[in-house]
């Protein structure tokens, strides 16, 4: 028999009535995501989802990797299916999992038994099989409380399964359950983990970018849509829309005062996202702020950037410490890429001397000198999207 995959729902097993409904939504994405790994068969049983290799030409290594990353699912296995008899688990154990019953000191066997016709229980099969691993790797001790390796034997309809401890994986809520929003993506280190926050809370989510040529350069782009690519294993397809921004940004130079510019770019940032969110159908934004990290994210800075838009503006690193986002850009894999050294738009035209505590009121003064009805349509007009599969 094939080796497959045990994928253990996580947060989705609590939902109720809607767990079937995420179950289904939760086997869909598998289905997506592993693909291009080959045929897999993907069905779920008793808060479990499998995902069997169908054909010869399976890509196990990748497709197990890829479900790590699927969000609603916990923990995964790798796990070999074989007869459901005593001795055919006991052989299927000492084979499959002899490199790392050799390396380990200790260890324990844990039987689980969905099917009740088998003749022995639980107890019984993890002490018979346990006896018998036991002869057969003599140094090994035996340690129910801290082994370092736990064998698992499950008995289910159709075969048993033998398998080692499951590893931790993405967690969170399948994506399309929470509904979709536009993610406000800059090459920065902030914003990608701030998208991967949210789309693991179930969010599908809509990628803008602002660009500014002839002062941002054609590989800070690039670097956007790698970053947008280095989030599709965790987010699923993502189109990223870029956004032209040097007309607003030179008006606003030309037009306000200085210590205001970044501040009334920030707003032509949300109003923007906030006109594709509804031309895109989505309910909220997201965006990479965190409290106090620039001028342009104090409270009352916040405060005037959200002052553009009626939707939801989720912040999941507000509260976050530079290192603990970093750690997230790590885990993640868009850390490298985000400090990689092209401008963003942001750091073309700084002021010297932000202002850090503005007031709303004085800020819609300062546009009243700028068209922003126009500016915002000009640029939504000159938008490309770009595909990412
Ligand atoms: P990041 O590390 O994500 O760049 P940051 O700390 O540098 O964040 P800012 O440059 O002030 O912060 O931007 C704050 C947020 O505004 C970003 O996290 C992002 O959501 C959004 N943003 C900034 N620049 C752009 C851009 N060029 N395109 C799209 N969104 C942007
Ligand atoms: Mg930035």
Redesign the pocket.
């Known amino acids: 028999m094939h080796e497959i995959i045990l994928c253990k729902l996580g947060e989705v097993a609590l939902k109720g009535l809607n767990r079937r409904s995420f179950e289904m939504k939760l086997m869909s994405n598998l289905r997506r995501r592993t693909a291009r790994f080959g045929r897999f068969r993907v069905y779920s049983k008793q808060s479990t989802i499998y995902v069997e290799p169908a054909g010869e030409a399976c890509d196990l290594d990748g497709a197990y990797d890829a479900c790590k990353r699927v969000f609603g699912i916990i923990a995964v296995a790798r796990a070999l299916p074989c007869a459901k008899e005593k001795e055919a688990i006991l052989d299927t154990a000492k084979t499959y999992l002899s490199s790392a019953l050799t390396a380990a000191r200790s260890f324990k066997v844990e039987s689980k038994r969905a099917d009740k016709t088998f003749p022995m229980t639980s107890i019984q099969l993890s002490q018979w099989v346990g006896g018998h691993l036991h002869e057969a790797f003599p140094h090994l001790t035996v340690d129910v409380h801290h082994p370092d390796l736990t064998v698992y034997v499950e008995v289910r309809e159709e075969a048993a399964y033998v398998h080692a401890p499951a590893e931790p994986a993405a967690g969170g809520l399948p994506i399309g359950m929470g509904g979709r929003a536009v993610s406000?993506?800059?090459?920065?280190?902030?914003?990608p983990v701030?998208s991967y926050m949210i789309a693991k809370r179930g969010v599908e989510l809509e990628m803008?970018?602002?660009?500014s040529p002839p002062y941002t350069s054609e590989q800070a782009r690039e670097k956007v849509l790698q970053l947008a690519r280095e989030l599709v294993p965790w987010c699923g397809r993502l189109n990223v829309t870029i956004v032209p921004f040097a007309e607003i940004q030179e008006e606003i130079r030309r037009n306000c005062p200085e210590d205001h510019f970044t501040l009334i770019m920030?707003r032509f940032?949300m109003r923007l996202a906030d006109a594709l969110a509804r031309d895109l159908n989505c309910r909220a934004l997201v965006?990479?702020?965190?409290l106090g990290?620039?001028a342009?994210?104090t409270m009352d800075a916040l405060a005037v950037s959200g002052d553009v838009t009626d939707l939801p503006v989720l912040r999941p690193v507000i509260g976050m410490d530079k290192e603990e986002i970093v750690r997230i850009a790590r885990h993640i894999g868009t850390f490298e890429t985000s400090i990689l050294p092209y401008e963003?738009?942001?750091t073309v035209f700084t002021p010297r001397h932000p202002k850090t505590r503005p007031h709303v009121e004085e800020v819609r003064e300062m546009e009243q000198a700028l068209d922003v009805e126009g500016l915002v349509r000009r640029a939504m007009e000159g938008r490309e999207v770009v595909k990412l599969r």
């Open positions: 406000l993506l800059s090459g920065g280190i902030d914003s701030a803008i970018h602002f660009a920030r940032m965006t990479g702020e965190s990290q620039v342009s994210q963003d738009c942001c």
